[in-house]
């Protein structure tokens, strides 16, 4: 093979590396991008809003930083191995996106390595951090402590459905903590005088099972518990409630968006981007140790009007005031 011949080749096998592989090689430095459910365009405007917040702090995917990612597709029991798998890489820091059971796992993966965390759980409780105002180790990132928004939920679908008096939680057991969130709601029906029920899945299959099941055993309002994994399955579980005329709640707008009747949470496209802020002062220099573990300060409540009308439902002009979108 003659000289240039090498050369034109050994240059085109470079260019069809991914950016991260180079980098490696480079003084580009890669971000290992941990996440507990899936690529995809249902998931999209999440991870673009985290290069939103890298961008925000000077940092541009295939340019200036290289991203490694790593899905779960809402198996948490493949996280552990996807988070060592990120350190060999070996990356400058880990984001661990989507629960508390991603940051577990990039915490038993690394003692060294900065971890940006977003999760619907208290760090503190789990020991991923000493406070939340000085986390003081390796981890630090967003938690907008999800399951004592579990009890908001059921007083809101309660509100609307005043003359449902049997509530039931859909739980994902597999889940690390769903029975923190199960055990919310629980005390909230309670505290209402509602009847209180709920049911297990782990599977697309099983949510079809279990929407059948809640059915089976008469009228019903349904919690889905705040959960990564039902979150990936939201056009399922919004199509399901539909059909079988269940009044819904969710924890993100985005089932609000899908077609689910109301959801009340934290605005989760932000916290991907707050994330992607620190991902990028960290790369700065800034230490985890350093950076307060952000909590919003605001929370939204979505209602979709559309299908309060479909399963023939009032709104309450005191509950559509207190709305910060109604969908029509």
């Known amino acids: 093979m003659k000289r240039r011949e090498f050369i034109t080749l050994l240059g085109g096998a470079a260019a069809a590396r991914p950016l991260a592989a180079r980098a490696q090689q480079s003084t580009v430095p890669v971000i290992g991008f941990l996440s507990a459910v899936s690529s995809g365009p249902s998931f999209a405007h999440l991870v673009a809003a985290f ?195 269940m009044p819904t709640a969710y924890n993100s707008r985005d089932f609000a968006r899908a077609g689910g009747l109301l959801s009340y949470g934290a605005d989760i496209t932000d916290t991907y981007r707050q994330v992607g802020i620190y991902a990028g002062r960290i790369l700065k220099g800034t230490k985890p140790a350093d950076l307060p573990v952000l909590q919003p300060t605001k929370f939204e409540f979505v209602i979709n009007l559309k299908t309060a009308k479909t399963l023939g439902l009032e709104v309450p002009d005191k509950l559509l005031a207190r709305a910060d979108e109604v969908i029509e």
Do not use: C
């Open 51 to 245: 290069r939103q917040g890298l961008s925000e702090t000077g940092y541009a995917e295939h340019r200036t930083v290289g991203i490694e990612y790593r899905w779960a597709e809402g198996q948490y029991d493949r996280l552990p191995a996807l988070a060592r798998e990120l350190v060999r890489w070996p990356v400058a820091l880990i984001a661990a996106m989507d629960g508390i059971a991603s940051a577990l796992a990039a915490k038993a993966a690394t003692t060294t390595l900065p971890i940006g965390f977003q999760m619907g759980d208290d760090p503190v409780q789990y020991g991923l951090v000493a406070s939340l105002n000085r986390p003081g180790g390796n981890l630090t990132g967003v938690s907008f402590l999800t399951p004592a928004l579990e009890a908001k939920r059921v007083e809101l679908l309660h509100k609307l459905t005043p003359k449902a008096n049997r509530i039931v939680a859909l739980v994902n057991p597999s889940f690390p903590k769903a029975e923190a969130r199960m055990s919310s709601a629980r005390a909230a029906a309670s505290t209402l005088g509602l009847q209180f029920a709920f049911v297990n899945a782990s599977s697309e299959r099983e949510i079809e099972e279990a929407f059948a099941t809640i059915a089976e055993r008469g009228p019903a309002a349904v919690i889905v518990t705040s959960d990564p994994f039902f979150f990936r399955q939201r056009e399922q579980l919004v199509a399901l409630a539909a059909r079988y005329a």
